[in-house]
């Protein structure tokens, strides 16, 4: 049983492009989450999707970020018009259920923004 | 007021010997789950332990174990027998009630000296 998947795991964007950022969950994981991870932090909270609904975005910026979890493939943190304080690693985690006694992460993509 | 406090930004331990790393929480929710997560310098975040608040016992997990103090609110880790390969990144973490998005802490750095 494959772990949860992350890719790219490294991924350099200029100023201004765009950054989609893909997250298989681990198989039978209907529940997938996103952090953020500055430089020297802990991890953030950013979204909780289940498949093809947002629960909670209550940590997502208000501009420019976005996530969906299609009903098929990969949940997608889609980060447009990217500037330098948006380099950070970025996590997913999986779980199959609400509650669970641990969170699957994936290992996580670093972006630099240049 | 910051939910999860880890006090300790920097730690050093001998080789074998047993080390504690410090939680303190804040919650006014009587459910709520409490981890620790290891992050080596490759980046990935790596499970080590679960507690829950009405769990009887302190949670163990081979060399790992929670020392759960619920009147203090704190959640120690304690790691028996340090190995070099524990050097690493350490997260508390909290899950209050039916909510699924986890809570960090600012982490502490472990380092294992020979």
């Known amino acids: 049983n494959a772990g949860v998947m992350q890719n790219p795991r490294h991924l350099v964007r200029r100023r201004g492009q765009e950054a989609r950022l893909r997250c298989s969950p681990m198989k039978g994981h209907s529940h997938v989450y996103w952090y953020r991870q500055l430089p020297e932090e802990g991890l953030k909270f950013m979204v909780y999707?289940?498949?093809?609904?947002?629960?909670?975005e209550s940590g997502m910026p208000k501009e420019r970020f976005s996530a969906e979890f299609p009903k098929e493939g990969p949940s997608i943190l889609r980060i447009q018009q990217v500037v330098r304080g948006d380099s950070a690693a970025y996590f997913c985690?999986?779980?199959?259920?609400?509650?669970?006694?641990?969170?699957?992460f994936g290992q996580g993509t670093r972006l630099t923004v240049v | 007021a910051q939910k999860i406090t880890q006090t300790q930004p920097g730690m050093f331990v001998q080789e074998k010997e047993a080390v504690t790393l410090d939680c303190t929480y804040d919650?006014?929710?009587?459910?709520?789950?409490l981890f620790w997560y290891k992050q080596p310098s490759s980046g990935e975040m790596i499970f080590l332990i679960y507690q829950g608040s009405y769990d009887q016992q302190n949670a163990t997990e081979g060399r790992y174990s929670l020392n759960f103090q619920k009147a203090r609110k704190s959640a120690n880790l304690v790691i028996s027998a340090s190995q070099l390969g524990d050097s690493a990144m350490y997260f508390c973490a909290m899950r209050e009630g039916d909510g699924n998005k986890l809570v960090f802490g600012a982490g502490t750095i472990l380092r294992v000296k020979s």
């Open positions: 985690a999986s779980s199959p259920w609400t509650g669970d006694t641990e969170a699957f």
């Open positions: 999707l289940q498949k093809e609904n947002i629960i909670d």
């Open positions: 919650t006014s929710d009587p459910s709520y789950g």
